[in-house]
């Protein structure tokens, strides 16, 4: 984590900065405002801005407004300055340290403003596929594109393959391609020199000169205008990029790791995409699955975010009752992750420190959860089937009643491999290494969005 610290006071910031520093957060140090966004403009950059109370956080803030600068902003100073103190929270710091600086608090205050969310949990086979080759390319130096729903994690595995790399003890960089108007994209990429436009007050160092060195994540890159597109692909191609105003190509060192939660081929065919931008970023492809496909992580992250908030408000640690469980792991999950994660802080917050129930999973509006009813179907006729091969396995080899079991649950999956094999508790490649036995076998198997016929069954 990169933090910039603004001021003195009396040499109590530098004691933060230190405290800082021993929590693993890269430290610069500006004596004043103008010397802060300086700093902020020239490509060093920050991931956090703690500013001595006594500054102007006011014209701060407005000036990082202006200037399209996106750096949470917390205020520090000695514990009588209660009144500045609420003044700069109304213009605009997100929090207030008080100082000397205790080591937890300050802790605290960089976890909580940054959101930091980098731990990659995951038991689910299918996610463990996706981060074994994450880890094999991540050395590498080729582009990589990310795709899957929104929420499935997908700056996550970003941030992972970054860390994995060569380039880890570089920046890493992202930007979302979706949130920033067109027009402004161009200058947040590639930077500005001053007075390229209305409001270039001073030279500005854009992202991909940011993340030089480093790792460039572009968010929801299907976002992208096709004209700024070209101009992105002579940068991935060339390795230099032309600040907006300026009169001569800038080198650039970075990885460009890409993601999208469409389907970019569908997007060339409609002319919203460049073929041979596709062709340079999906030089490996991570395709994440949803969490609908992922039941083992849906219970590991689930713990994973009960410990995080209640941590977070004060209660001892929690345990969740079976009957939660059995209905986190099959209500759908459209959100994914992000979904799940407001979810379990919504039920530490219901619980008040107690035992996690079937009461507190909840929707947003209070109404409760109930599950996915088609899963809850498949799971039953599932479970039918199963006590029906059962009854009958008395004289039977293992092998014959392995296939019927097999069989008979894919057909009341209509066919679906990845419920089936979730149902079985074996992995989707095992399963299929069976479905080709038994097809080699001459055996009729069920169609995805299908059932055996009842003479073949």
């Given at each position: 984590m990169r933090l910039l610290i603004v001021g003195q006071l009396g040499g109590?910031?530098?004691?933060?900065?230190?405290?800082?520093?021993?929590?693993?957060?890269?430290?610069?140090?500006?004596?004043?405002?103008t010397e802060a966004l300086a700093v902020l403009r020239s490509g060093k950059g920050a991931d956090l801005v703690m500013v001595d109370?006594?500054?102007?956080?006011g014209a701060l803030v407005t000036h990082l407004e202006d200037e399209r600068i996106h750096v949470p902003l917390v205020a520090c100073g000695l514990e009588a300055d209660a009144r500045?103190?609420?003044?700069?929270?109304?213009?605009?710091?997100?929090?207030?340290?008080?100082?000397?600086?205790?080591p937890e608090l300050i802790a605290a205050i960089l976890e909580a403003v940054t959101q930091d969310r980098d731990d990659?949990?995951?038991?689910?086979?299918?996610?463990?596929?996706?981060?074994?080759?994450?880890?094999?390319?991540?050395?590498?130096?080729?582009?990589?594109?990310?795709?899957?729903?929104?929420?499935?994690?997908?700056?996550?595995?970003?941030?992972?393959v970054h860390r994995k790399s060569s380039r880890a003890s570089q920046p890493f960089i992202s930007i979302n391609c979706a949130a920033i108007p067109e027009h402004l994209l161009e200058s947040e990429l590639f930077g500005h020199e001053k007075g390229a436009f209305t409001g270039a007050v001073a030279r500005r160092i854009g992202k991909f000169e940011e993340a030089?060195?480093?790792?460039?994540?572009?968010?929801?890159?299907?976002?992208?205008?096709?004209?700024?597109?070209?101009?992105?692909l002579r940068a991935i191609q060339e390795r230099v990029i032309d600040r907006v105003g300026g009169s001569k190509p800038v080198p650039v060192n970075i990885r460009i790791i890409a993601t999208s939660n469409r389907n970019l081929a569908d997007a060339v065919a409609e002319g919203t995409f460049r073929e041979d931008l596709l062709y340079r970023l999906n030089v490996v492809n991570?395709?994440?699955?949803?969490?609908?496909?992922?039941?083992?992580?849906?219970?590991?992250?689930?713990a994973h975010f009960v410990e995080l908030y209640a941590k977070a408000n004060g209660f001892k640690p929690m345990g969740m009752s079976e009957g939660a469980r059995?209905?986190?792991?099959?209500?759908s999950w459209k959100g994914n992750v992000r979904e799940l994660e407001n979810t379990m802080h919504r039920a530490v917050l219901l619980s008040g420190g107690g035992e996690i129930t079937e009461e507190a999973i909840r929707m947003p509006d209070g109404s409760p959860i109930t599950g996915n009813a088609a899963a809850n179907q498949t799971v039953a006729r599932?479970?039918?089937?199963?006590?029906?091969?059962?009854?009958?396995?008395?004289?039977?080899?293992?092998?014959?009643?392995?296939?019927?079991?097999?069989?008979?649950?894919?057909?009341?999956?209509?066919?679906?491999?990845?419920?089936?094999?979730?149902?079985?508790?074996?992995?989707?490649?095992?399963?299929?290494?069976?479905?080709?036995?038994?097809?080699?076998?001459?055996?009729?198997?069920?169609?995805?969005?299908?059932?055996?016929?009842?003479?073949?069954?």
């Open positions: 109590q910031l530098s004691t933060a900065s230190k405290i800082a520093m021993d929590r693993g957060a890269a430290v610069v140090h500006a004596q004043s405002i109370v006594r500054e102007d956080i500045a103190a609420v003044n700069a929270i109304r213009a605009g710091a997100k929090e207030y340290i008080p100082l000397p600086p205790d990659l949990i995951y038991r689910d086979q299918a996610m463990a596929a996706v981060v074994r080759l994450a880890e094999q390319i991540a050395p590498s130096d080729a582009s990589v594109l990310i795709t899957g729903e929104s929420g499935t994690g997908k700056e996550v595995i970003s941030r992972h030089d060195g480093g790792t460039l994540m572009l968010d929801e890159i299907s976002e992208m205008d096709v004209r700024l597109q070209a101009k992105l991570l395709k994440l699955p949803p969490l609908r496909e992922r039941p083992a992580d849906v219970l590991a992250l689930s059995k209905l986190l792991t099959v209500n599932a479970a039918s089937a199963a006590e029906a091969v059962n009854r009958t396995m008395v004289g039977r080899t293992v092998a014959d009643v392995e296939r019927d079991l097999i069989l008979e649950t894919l057909d009341h999956c209509l066919g679906n491999r990845t419920h089936a094999a979730k149902i079985l508790g074996i992995s989707i490649r095992t399963l299929r290494n069976k479905l080709n036995q038994y097809s080699d076998e001459g055996v009729p198997i069920a169609a995805p969005g299908d059932a055996r016929s009842p003479a073949s069954a």
